[in-house]
């Protein structure tokens, strides 16, 4: 018998929060957002506001709860999560996070959950985060796209330049079901360069707590991820320089960038390159 799809578990005074949502199952290569999310959390204290009725969003075949087993016994079951923790940023904003595995069932009910809380916590702006793979190099600052509820507000951080379909997240049903109320959405997409698979990138990590500033003025340390985006793009070189073909497939992607920004922007590429991109990323997925 279905009931409530959350439990609220405390009321924090909150003063025009922003919702941040990063629910992982989604577009977010080299676990970017989860990086940019776990950095959020270490420079807070989060308070947990409410918990989502698991057993119905979630398909527990597809993610099965953790078992505990010390010599033989098993002692503890862990099962996945969805919940919305309070957290305030390095100037004591508030902040909203949403988090834990994207959906499987209910997903519009969901979302009207969410838009429930966004007017009961009167949040000021929603904001998801996310990254995806691109015809960029390494050696060059992280890029940032947006996908928003406005132009003015897509224009910020980099906007995606073509007109393309592509299956949307729960995150982008966040996004809009807020923008029909009047709430300012924007979703934050970091471009990682497409050869490096699932290595961490956390240079791009570092260019969301960025992105986080510039639209929604939250303010986070991101001198841990800049360092670690030093060691990886150094470690990434040593990589490179033993394959002459991927050095040259390097010089044509620096190119190609530097002309991008030579025309006063960093554009994407294409509208059926990107979705070509998008196609290609989702098919190495799993569940």
């Not at 989502?52 to 002692?75: K, M, N, W, Y």
């Not at 029909?180 to 990138?201: D, F, K, N, R, S």
């Not at 960038?257 to 196609?279: H, I, K, N, T, Y």
Request: with cysteine; net charge negative; glycine share 6%.
């Amino acid at each position: 018998m279905s009931g409530p799809l959350y439990t609220i578990a405390s009321r924090p005074a909150v003063t025009d929060p922003v919702l941040l949502v990063v629910m992982n199952g989604w577009i977010d290569a080299s676990s970017v957002a989860e990086g940019t999310k776990e950095v959020i959390e270490n420079q807070s204290e989060p308070v947990l506001v409410a918990t989502f009725d698991d057993d119905q969003l979630l398909d527990h075949r597809a993610r099965r709860p953790t078992v505990r087993i010390e010599d033989g016994v098993s002692t503890s079951l862990e099962w996945p999560e969805i919940k919305l923790d309070h957290l305030v940023d390095n100037k004591g904003a508030d902040i909203l996070l949403l988090s834990g595995p994207e959906p499987d069932y209910n997903w519009r009910a969901f979302a009207a959950c969410i838009s429930e809380l966004i007017v009961d916590f009167s949040v000021r702006m929603v904001v998801g985060l996310g990254a995806y793979p691109a015809a960029a190099p390494h050696t060059r600052p992280p890029a940032l796209s947006s996908t928003a509820s406005s132009e003015e507000l897509a224009h910020r951080p980099g906007f995606l330049n073509a007109s393309l379909d592509v299956p949307a997240g729960i995150q982008t049903v966040i996004e809009m079901q807020a923008a029909e109320t009047g709430i300012p959405t924007i979703g934050l997409w970091a471009q990682v360069p497409h050869y490096l698979g699932g290595m961490p990138y956390p240079a791009a990590s570092a260019a969301l707590l960025t992105g986080l500033f510039d639209t929604a003025h939250l303010e986070f340390d991101a001198g841990g991820l800049i360092d670690a985006g030093i060691t990886a793009t150094e470690h990434i070189n040593e990589l490179l320089t033993q394959n002459p073909e991927h050095l040259a497939m390097l010089a044509e992607l620096e190119a190609s960038f530097d002309e991008r920004v030579s025309q006063a922007a960093v554009e994407l590429p294409s509208g059926d390159d990107l979705a070509l991109e998008f196609q290609e990323f989702l098919r190495n997925q799993s569940d």
